[in-house]
């Protein structure tokens, strides 16, 4: 191809403002995870000011919940953060059971804490994993996910779906846990240990990877308080609120866990809490392991929320009717409201429900934790070099299916 | 106006009401399946039961199982009564959720449910069913006996628009007092007694009456079903279709159908809800 001859009319060139520069970056960047853009201000490559726009993800999530039954809120509450859905199936769950006054039977809880905390693994391997590969190692990142691959192993055994399981239940599980579980588990539990181990003596010892995560991306205390910050991200500035400790749900109180902190609220900070609460959470599991029951129901045995069996409902009128009342107009909370909170991948989920005492959700609000922690994004990218954002952002952990709003 | 109190709220009556229906006039619901507003009284189902608190207890003591003493002791146990009977007085203090209430809702809702077929799938009433709705709402537990139900007939042919199956019956009688007020035409009654109990045509009769599906009407379970309507459709798929359209006729604001997209399988007219 010809170039293109330009004749620039040197007397009237329009003159624009070097500086500052401003540019748009997503949502089509990659970093943005399509979800975000972010208008930044330049001064050189210097970030003088920000505006991190979310909204590019919008399925009505909330709204989608007031149409349908109860229990058709766990497809959604799965697609909330979908890179740990069990613990947004058994967050949702434990809210509605909060709100009939039902408790789970003890395997069951256990079954919850076990896949809840393998799915904390998966999200943590998927953060700092992709955190690495965005500034370049892109090892680390393949051997996170191949082992994160084993963990959706053992959750497809076990819901049948590696991602977006919808396996909770109002009142239990959907199905038992499967003959091999604790088998699986356990041989799957030092893999991560030693993946968790390798990663860090690839990274940590790296120039290049320590001078982008050093000191880069802080966020203070006392912003991270006032901006509603929680989860890794608040504990890397220094605060141990962890829900899991702090107000403990389901079973957390029976096991012995620490709650690590940082205290510079930098990318490096962020990295390394989460690296140490999968070391964390592989301890839980195999206390878990230890105490949970072999057998018993993981339904809670109250026919108002929980299906009966088949053979039930094919011989007696009881469970007939149960069945049909279930499914031809869903579980029915009774009337009020309630707001329940559990330790997601990235802070604390809350779901505030509310009941007309109907078979439909009459509101179902949720807390998501990426979209407070994205408020925070602003301020901890102010002031750093332009390509600080991706490792700040990618350390942020934003899910975008959580800041639908 | 003269009121009393159900379960700590004040309910105006008229001399004469019965606790059944002052509550049914301010659109509150007690539990109930052989009352019906237009027809007499006849306090038969029992699920109605309530406690009236300025009443005095049953004369005859009961035991009840004292924990801290790890023994029975004597204890007192108030007398429930069927409100649809009771005639309201000024001032009475009625509950209809203590635990002894709660105790007889679950236990005659249970009774009604212990030979009942498993007929759902199959039953033109599910999905508007009292037995159902008492079920959730009073009983919700599975069941506990597990020998064979009792036989009796099923699919009876009443006349040409009428069948009866005896085993979904509860026996409410509303049927029979339909065709003696309404009609007055004494066709139906109920032979056998316990849970051999049936309800019945007249000799040589058959249900003919030109009111004959106001029997289907009021049958607040699935025991009297429609001809026409028999095996057409799912009432509680249709439960959308039936609030959205409102079907005016000479019967006046006649609210409820059975649709499916092809249009009304059958005309009912106001349940006994009020309003």
């Known amino acids: 191809m010809e170039p293109i001859e330009h004749e620039f009319d040197e007397d009237h060139a329009l003159e624009l403002p070097a500086e500052p520069m401003r540019l748009n970056m997503g949502p089509s960047h990659p970093a943005m995870h399509g979800t975000i853009r972010m208008v930044l201000d330049l001064e050189g490559e210097t970030v003088e000011n920000v505006d991190v726009q979310p909204g590019y993800l919008h399925r009505g999530f909330e709204k989608s919940c007031e149409r349908g039954t109860w229990s058709q809120v766990f497809p959604y509450a799965d697609r909330l953060n979908y ?15 909060k709100l009939c006054g039902i408790t789970v039977p003890e395997r069951a809880a256990y079954y919850r804490v076990i896949l809840g905390e393998i799915a904390r693994i998966c999200d943590h391997f998927t953060c700092n994993g992709a955190g690495a590969m965005e500034l370049g190692a892109f090892t680390p990142f393949l051997w996170f996910l191949k082992v994160r691959e084993w963990c959706w192993d053992v959750l497809e055994r076990e819901t049948g779906a590696r991602m977006t399981h919808s396996f909770g239940r109002i009142g239990g599980m959907a199905k038992p846990p499967t003959e091999n579980f604790k088998r699986d588990v356990t041989e799957l539990i030092p893999e991560v240990l030693k993946s968790v181990n390798e990663a860090e003596t690839l990274l940590l010892r790296n120039r290049i990877f320590l001078d982008r995560m050093q000191g880069v991306g802080s966020l203070s205390q006392e912003r991270a308080l006032a901006l509603g910050v929680t ?50 959470s592989c301890s839980i599991i195999l206390q878990a392991i230890k105490q949970m029951p072999d057998d018993g129901p993981v339904n809670s045995p109250d026919l108002r929320y929980i299906l009966p069996e088949k053979n039930e409902v094919y011989t007696t009128i009881e469970a007939t009717i149960a069945h049909f009342k279930l499914v031809m107009e869903g579980i029915k909370p009774p009337k009020g409201q309630v707001y329940s909170f559990t330790e997601g991948g990235n802070g604390e ?49 934003m899910i975008g299916g959580e800041c639908d709003r | 106006m003269a009121t009393f109190t159900l379960d700590g709220k004040q309910i105006p009556f008229t001399k004469g009401d019965t606790i059944i229906r002052a509550a049914w006039r301010e659109g509150i619901d007690i539990p109930h399946y052989c009352w019906h507003p237009g027809l007499s009284v006849a306090a038969n189902c029992r699920m109605c039961l309530v ?65 009942h077929p498993v007929d759902c799938p199959i039953c033109d009433q599910a999905g508007e069913c009292k037995l159902q709705d008492y079920w959730l709402e009073h009983q919700h537990t599975r069941k506990r006996k597990h020998t064979e139900p009792v036989h009796k007939p099923k699919g009876v042919r009443f006349g040409p628009t009428i069948v ?112």
């Open chain 1, 83 to 97: 890179v740990s859905p069990m613990l947004n199936n058994v967050g949702f769950a434990l809210a509605v059971e």
């Open chain 2, 51 to 115: 406690e009236i608190k300025s009443a005095r207890p049953m004369m005859m003591p009961v035991l009840k199982w004292d924990a801290a003493k790890d023994a029975w002791v004597p204890d007192t146990k108030p007398k429930l009564q069927p409100a649809c009977q009771i005639e309201v007085s000024e001032g009475m203090e009625i509950s209809t959720e203590s635990e002894n209430v709660k105790q007889a809702h679950k236990a005659v809702q249970e009774f009604l449910l212990l030979n």
């Open chain 1, 231 to 280: 989860g890794p991200m608040l504990r890397s500035t220094g605060v141990d609120y962890d829900v899991r400790k702090a107000h403990p749900y389901s079973l957390y109180d029976r096991f012995d866990f620490e709650v690590p902190i940082g205290h510079d609220g930098d990318n490096y900070d962020r990295f390394l809490v989460r690296m140490e609460e999968m070391r964390q």
């Open chain 1, 349 to 397: 989920l809350g779901f505030f429900i509310v009941s007309d005492g109907s078979g439909t959700p009459y509101r179902v609000r949720v807390r998501p934790p990426c979209w407070f922690n994205l408020q925070a994004c602003r301020e901890m990218l102010i002031g750093d070099m332009i390509s600080d954002i991706i490792p700040t952002f990618g350390s942020v952990n």
């Open chain 2, 164 to 275: 009866y199956d005896a085993e979904r019956c509860v026996m409410c009688t509303r049927c029979i007092r339909v065709c003696d007020e309404l009609v007055g035409d004494h066709v139906l009654d109920m032979r056998q007694r316990g849970n051999q109990n049936e309800i019945v045509l007249a000799p040589g009769r058959q249900l003919d009456h030109k009111y004959s599906l106001m029997t289907e009407h009021v049958c607040p379970v699935g025991a009297l079903t429609s001809r026409d309507f028999r095996f057409k459709a799912r009432v509680v798929l249709e439960i959308t279709a039936r609030r959205l359209r409102r079907l005016r006729d000479g019967l006046q604001h006649a609210r409820r159908f059975r649709t499916r997209a092809t249009g009304a399988f059958t005309v009912s007219g106001r349940g006994t809800t009020k309003a």
